[in-house]
């Protein structure tokens, strides 16, 4: 065999380093996402190629949406997609996030569910209401009830895992259930006639999703995640466009193992934002309209309802420039 010359080895150990460096230096970046219709949408971008084509190397993992949350206080993820009280109650347990762009809030898919013969909210005085407590389909109820000239003295809350509500509504220990899609379509169904006496259509902005972030990565890959919120943007309008929506929608139902028609009415109850929209959402200002001031009503119920016990620094929680810097 012949043997190559000194230079030419040296050559190619050069080369050799030089990819070396240039892949450690273009290390991926890791995000985490589960089953809700703003985070499902997530996968267009990935079938399309549109992350790749845009020079972004992420690896969105899949997750139960709690394991997702275990994963970055782990850190084993650089973010992961979670509504903002969830971002506010991880930074309270001590895993440090920011949230830097909201996918979407719920606009009807998070209900409270009566049984047959109960039509509004009001007609639950006195009632009990399986639901479990401290988390979004509790602030929901105290929104609605709060709006219908009540409080939560007037009804009895019975703690109940969300994904154990359509049992409990059927079992006929409760008078309603307040959960989320897919567990409060599945109760309708468990219960014929039972029907949402108050949803997140009615408060939005209430239950804001966004994507949080490790200081650290936002450090570390500020022009990635600027690269990512553009291509969020082309994602909202595919799936908005009449012309590719069916497209996008059977993407969206094939990750979750539901088919299209299926899935069409859990995109319904989800309002997904753009970019025009969260540069809105991210100035800050009171009420729902605003991140912030969504946030703050967030955090008072955790504290009210010893989620965690200190209120945390909003303003720290949230970063607006990424959003501000978009076109």
């Given amino acids: 065999m012949r043997s190559m010359g000194t230079g030419l080895v040296r050559a190619l150990l050069l080369c050799v380093a030089l990819l070396g460096a240039r892949a450690a230096g273009a290390a991926s970046m890791s995000l985490g996402y589960s089953d809700w219709p703003g985070w499902v949408a997530w996968q267009v971008a990935i079938d399309k190629g549109w992350l790749k084509e845009a020079g972004l190397d992420i690896n969105f993992n899949w997750f139960d949406y709690s394991a997702s949350m275990d994963a970055f206080a782990a850190g084993k993820i650089d973010g992961d997609f979670v509504t903002n009280g969830d971002a506010l109650v991880t930074g309270a347990g001590g895993a440090r996030n920011l949230m830097i762009m909201a996918t979407d809030y719920s606009n009807g898919n998070d209900m409270i569910v009566a049984r047959p013969g109960i039509k509004t909210i009001q007609e639950l005085k006195g009632k009990k209401i399986g639901i479990e407590i401290g988390l979004v389909e509790h602030l929901l109820l105290l929104d609605g009830l709060k709006k219908a000239g009540m409080t939560q003295n007037d009804v009895t809350l019975v703690n109940s895992k969300t994904n154990e509500t359509p049992q409990v509504l059927a079992s006929g220990q409760v008078d309603a259930i307040g959960a989320w899609q897919p567990n409060s379509g599945m109760a309708m169904k468990a219960v014929p006639g039972a029907r949402p006496v108050y949803t997140s259509a009615q408060a939005p902005g209430l239950i804001y999703d966004v994507l949080m972030v490790s200081?650290?990565?936002?450090?570390?890959?500020?022009?990635?995640?600027?690269?990512?919120?553009?291509?969020?943007?082309?994602?909202?309008?595919?799936i908005n466009d009449p012309a590719t929506q069916p497209d996008a929608v059977s993407i969206m139902a094939a990750r979750v193992g539901l088919t299209p028609a299926q899935y069409l009415p859990l995109l319904a109850g989800t309002h997904l934002l753009d970019i025009a929209a969260n540069k809105k959402v991210f100035v800050k200002a009171e009420g729902l309209g605003s991140l912030y001031g969504s946030s703050s009503i967030v955090d008072d119920f955790n504290v009210r309802n010893a989620v965690y016990k200190q209120p945390q620094n909003i303003d720290g929680c949230i970063v607006a420039t990424l959003i501000a810097a978009q076109p």
């Fill in 215 to 238: 200081p650290a990565s936002l450090a570390a890959h500020r022009a990635e995640y600027l690269k990512l919120i553009h291509v969020w943007d082309r994602v909202v309008k595919y």
